[in-house]
């Protein structure tokens, strides 16, 4: 099958080394810079605030919103953070999850309701989004070392990339699941696009958008693992040490603590949209 | 001035709607141009105008085109062709800020399917259109609590539409349609969704409101029987045509085409046509002048029974029977005294023929049709039989 030679790899190599790094590193910066201290505000903060006033706020919410076996799950799995001495870890893995998070909402809300207007917005964007969730993790995960150096940066950038397809593709959905008939009505009144849109679609589609942000933040923590590879703090450290040494209870401890964070925010993050 | 003029309005789903538009203006048809270029003709050519404060229905089949005729008259949908003019204004050519103000300050429109908000109240649903016009929350709670109440929903303004039967939620949409006061109301088959006795009501509660207010209101149905019912005048369309207008004795009387007589075939005539539709001239007269025995000639000649007997105005006098004129002329008794009055009715030419069924079954003889005192024709049992089944078409048979 090999009819014409395809150098990608030599053109990839020479871009990056040659325009990539040497021109853009200023550029790539500056963006670790803002970024990297948006990371420190968020983990500095959670972790100034004690252990136990966060652990009641969680179990306060998931009673409001999950229900009271899950404010019991909350409490014990609080508990359990706190005995196997990981709580600094998973404030610092938190943390990463917000602002991926955080950033995965901004450009996807936006980027998805654009292509819930234009269907060629939408042809360009979908590709796109496929890319983002199926190009393998370490292909763009080494380059982003290369431009951002080791550290958080890198692992939100690459966080972001994974989690943030889930949040474009639901708000797009959420959008266009607005009956046709409550659309067609809200025009027939007169609304302005932005009123069309401010009043009647983004109000109705909010449930299917939380539920796409869930998944945005349930893939940001499954990066967790990958994310401490490139040098960011965390849970996933732990259990890569874990790993690394073979010490098979550190591995579980830290696992389970993911996993123990994972439930309590996808229980209250699905409450929220469920109450909407 | 009309309130809505619709001329030669078309439009084509389709990849290039104008090479579509050429091809239907050479005289194509429908399907030969989706055959030929894949290419759908919603609507074809469609003129037709409303005046104020008349209820003007489309009806059609559907696939008709009927849906997407009226969201041409909003520019729901952009048409390809043709203009749409809303008090002399065309809507088809209005940039989009005016398109706005028109459609918030003249159109109001009413969906099969509700098309309220679900996240809102009932009272924050029928304020939204004066909400989006940025009117403040006082104002317009005040008039949507006004206009809930005149369709009957007061008490409901907090719940949401979900809570509402369907006949209920309609009553919402009305209600949102109202409260913007626009002249036009367009109403997308509004009544096809609800049941059959909550249609009737809602049928005749628009008929109230349309007498309250005088709106003028574009009703698309594909319900035969509730066009009649609520059209002054009613047009039919087919295959994105309009194939004929008129009131709906013209259209049950006079059926344009094939098309459209197969589709007044079933109708309930009863409702519609009045005595005068279905009644005939009698074969003989007989004048006060004329004596007893000239009576029983014509009777003999025209071998009836009895006979309608007038004055030289046409006064209608009563009747006299075969026996009577002999009695009369036997024993030299004056007609006058013979004739009967008592048990002949009579009664104006619009009374519903609906109405005429029973009484025609029990009666001896035909009833006689009067208008300010003069005889107009008179309808037998059979006329009212055949005008039911055949409609105008009895006339047809007979001239045959």
Known sequence: MNYIDLPLEEWTNNFVNGWLLPVMSGFFDSISTALSSFIDGVTNLITSIPPEIIAVVLILLAWKLAGRGIALFTLIGCLYIGSVDLWAETMQTVAIVIVSTIISVIFGVPVGIASAKSSLIDKIVRPILDFMQTLPIFVYLIPSILLFGLGGVPAVIATFVFAAPPAVRMTRLGILQVPEEVVEASKAFGTTSKQLLFKVQLPLAIPTIMAGINQTIMLALSMAVVASMIGAPGLGSVVLSGISTVNVGLGLTGGLAIVVIAIILDRITQGVGNKL | MNKIEVNHLTKIFGSHPQQGLKRLKNGEQKNGILKKTGMTVGVNQASFAVKPGEIFVIMGLSGSGKSTLIRLVNRLIEPTDGEVLIDGEDITKMDKHTLIETRRKKLGMVFQKFGLLPHKTIMNNVAFGLEIQGIEREKREK????????????????????????????????????????????????????????????????????????????????????????????????????????????????????????????????????????????EVLLSYKDGPRLAVRKMEEASVSSIFVTDKEKNFKGLLTIDDAVKAYQNNISMEEMLITEDVYTTSPDTPLNDLIGIAANVKYPIVIVEDGKLLGIVSRVSILSGLVLGKEKDEVESI
């Open chain 2, 143 to 282: 008039i949507a609590l006004e206009t809930i109440e005149d369709v009957g929903l007061k008490g409901y303004e907090d719940s949401y539409p979900s809570e509402l039967s369907g006949g209920m939620q309609q009553r919402v949409g009305i209600a949102r349609a109202l409260a913007n006061d626009t002249d036009i109301l367009l109403m997308d088959e509004a009544f096809s969704a609800l049941d059959p006795i909550i249609r009737k009501e809602m049928q005749d509660e628009l008929l109230k409101i349309q007498n309250k207010l005088g709106k003028t209101v574009l009703f698309i149905t594909h319900d035969l029987d509730e066009a009649l019912k609520l059209g002054d005048r009613i047009a039919i369309m087919k295959d994105g045509k309009i194939v004929q207008i008129g009131t709906s004795e013209e259209i049950l009387e006079n059926p344009a085409d094939d098309y459209v007589s197969n589709f007044v075939k079933d109708v309930d005539r009863s409702k519609v046509l009045e005595a005068s539709h279905v009644m005939k001239k009698p």
